[in-house]
């Protein structure tokens, strides 16, 4: 058996989970005995633990019960026949189980073993191999914190230090922009690990990225002294100075060149059991190696029926090749042929430019820009992009990364003649495997002893299966379940099960449905639910909790019930725990939901996904903005409690995840009917996209929502997504359909007598018109909304009108105005104890007094808005005070005091995500090199703002930009 614990607690028999049922305290209890395993812990010091210190009266009684349940589950002869025994030794119990068989004890076998290899190649492979153990927190869904500080601290330390020397191998044999990727999360969470901030800022640095390894150091020396009161250690100091100095004993000199940057990772894993397809991988090859302009990608196209294994091949030599592709690896799944519609360019281009680093707000609402931005991201890197699951030569053209070194794979079932007509692509063609390749897979899976006990048996498996992967697959899995059960039975139910399904499908779709079939009706009841369910998932994949919301419970039931349909290979894991379906599979699910599930239970299935997406949202508008309105939710199936998080942290990172279905969540409500849930979800995202920024997906919910409210006559629901509608288009800096919306709010305000409403949509559309230099009538919408606040009694709203007020004042250059509207307005903010908006208010009265040559004052002002927010946790604003502070002491001439608080702005802005800020707090830096004379340096700073000038086009900085070139290089 193998038992893991380096993550959820699971247990795995001859390759299959074994159900451990739900009692926690019996998962958690193996835990414990697992990682002490072939060591007697005493029942005193398990009662401690299990029970953290505050045992029951019964807890002896209790344990005693589990060590029975345990030992009936996996050792029911008391024989240790499957290689475990849970054994009682005196005052105690001991799992008696090879120390091999846990993965705990394989990892620190591992890193031991590692740690004699003097080859770094060798070493990083094995510690990359022990890392690869992990899956989650140690005992992720059985333990507390308490619990895995007891007895897992060593643990935990290994692992860190294990990263630690991963990081050191790779760099010692120039995988500088791998370790880069694959470190950096960690890195991240870890902020007080010197050694391993070190190593990961030598690896940018090596990379081509200074800028970003100084920032690390600032990161790091930044939370030392803020949370720990301490300074860096000298090591740390050391390779800081090193890198600023470019010192050349950083250099790696027998790891050939040095990557020039380190790029996106986001290839999914191969399917499990790949096999054959050595020609094809062979011509692939052949076409990345063939002579060829550098400055045109290579693209391949690989074609061939459904469930003959394209994405698999793809992806096995993407796996392989992506050394030659230094700045990484982009993947998007155009679903050509799934059961929901396939994606259009723009959004795929939305997904590109994303994982390119590209803010959401930033991004072309045009396919023609955008595929020109993403063409020009492209246009310095040497970067692997795997389109996979095409529908046509249309979709896949917007897509391609024009005069680029990098390399285009494309899956698709048509022929994309196209391509190879226009753009000159390789055709790769599949086939179904050959017999000897479809038997290799069949002993992959079912294990050579099974295949060899029935060699005809298996061939004629094989054929049955039409020698498709995906059939093959599904197929083993059935006959691997049930080991006890000849091959041959397994053949003559497909063949039976074949000639009735040819009837009605063509002949590769048949071979499919009928492993399908069998596969399917193994599953327990609670598996088919969610296997049919899932076709109503919006998007190509569902995560852990949107499984649990799909049947009504938590997320340690849903891990394990979308765990068996793993094992079954009717999905695929991927490593952020997101589940995905092959397209046949996805409309094989999609039938059995119409067939097997009532109409009751599809109904209640797409109302739990509903009410779980809405319960979500609404934790993120009611801790994010805790003062807005919320329309009063009223769910029809409410989610399992452990399915919504309390915390704002966790809500936001399961909209994260979900991002990309959240218009086709809002699309799915609107098409049912369900018009006052689409334009609520709208409304309730509007808190999430402010804090993680809009963009084209933002304004496709807000359009749906739009749409939905009109349906039903909801006045307040359509003024808030017009509302909504023009924040965002302002965002997108698009003034004209933002004036156009934030109109259509006013008036929608105003037929309904909402004042509240009317006075908040003002002081947006005051902002906007503003940026468009129309300042009498931003003057007006802004006075406007003072009446109607004021009339209202809303203080908090008065003090950002006078304080937006300011702002205009200041722009039309009446700054004794500007003077009074603000500090008027930072006494309201003060009376009210908002300290966000005393840092607003500040800030504007260190602009006024910038522009009027009161430095002195304007610094007092700017250091008071810069503790107002980091009190706060507003990174956004405190990035511009940062950067208006280092813009007044590049005045004042103290260049050592501007290049600081730049720098450091320039980090805050790139941490947010926000391109036009960070260029101009770069372009800025450049200003204050030149000025130290160290012109080397202000050109480094105008590329990088070149470079983000480009994902945030305005037209004053980039006069402001040239004017700055035009001084450092004298033209």
Known sequence: MDFQVLGPMAVLRAGHRVDLGSRRRERCLLGLLLLEAGRAISIDRLVDLLWEGEPPANARGTLSSHVSRLRGLLDPNRDGGDGFQLRTRGDGYIADVPPGDVDAHRFRALTESAAGLADPADRSRVLGEALGLWRGPLLADVASDWLRDRVGADLVELRLATVEAKLDADLACGRHSEAVVEMAGVVAGNPFRE??????????????????????????????????????????????????????????????????????A???????????????????KAILDAERDEHCPVIATIVGPAGVGKTALALRWATAVRDRFPDGQLYVNLRGFSVDPPTPPIEALGQLLRALGVAAERIPADVDEAAAAYRGQLSDRRMLVLLDNAFGVDQVRPLLPGGSASAVVVTSRNRLGGLTAVEGAHRVTLAPLPIVEAGDLLRAVLGPARVDAEPVAAAELAEACGRLPLALRVAAANVGDESAVAIRDHVSELRRGRLNALAVDDDSQATVRVALDLSYLRLAPEAQRLFRRMSLAPGADVGVHGAGALLGVAPAQAHRIVGSLADAHLVDESPLARYTMHDLVGFYAAERMESDEPAAGRAEAADRMMDWYLAVAEVVCRLGMPRRHRPPLTPRTPPHDDLVPAEMESALALLDGERSRLAAVTKAALDRGEYRSAWTFAYLLGVYYQVRGDGLDGLAVYQHGLEAAERIGDEFGAAAMHNSLGITHGTLRRWAEATDHLRQAERYYQQTGDADGESRVLINLGRVLSERRQFGDAERAYERSLRLSTTIGDRRRVAHAWNNLAMTYLAAGRTEQAVEAAEWSLQKFRDQDDRYGEGLASDTLGRIHTSSGEFDAALKHFQQALLSFRDRGHREAEGETLANIGAT???????????????????RHHSVADPHEEAVARRLLAEAHLAEGDRKAALSELDAAGELRKLAPDATEEAALRRVMATVTGR
Request: proline letters at 6%.
């Open 266 to 284: 986001q290839l999914p894993a191969p399917p499990r059991h790949f096999t054959g397809r050595a020609a094809e991988l062979a011509g692939l």
């Open 889 to 907: 002491y590049l005045r004042l001439g103290d260049i050592p005091a501007a290049i600081e608080h730049l720098e450091s702005a320039a980090r």
């Open 195 to 264: 050694r391993l901030a070190s190593l990961f800022m030598l690896a940018l640095y090596r990379s081509g990225r200074q800028t970003d390894a100084l920032a690390v150091y600032h990161t790091v020396r930044d939370r030392l002294a803020e949370e720990l009161g301490i300074d860096p250690g000298s090591d740390l100091r050391s390779m800081h100075e090193a890198i600023l100095r470019r010192d050349p004993g950083l250099e790696l000199t027998s790891a050939g060149p040095v990557a020039a940057s380190a790029g996106r």
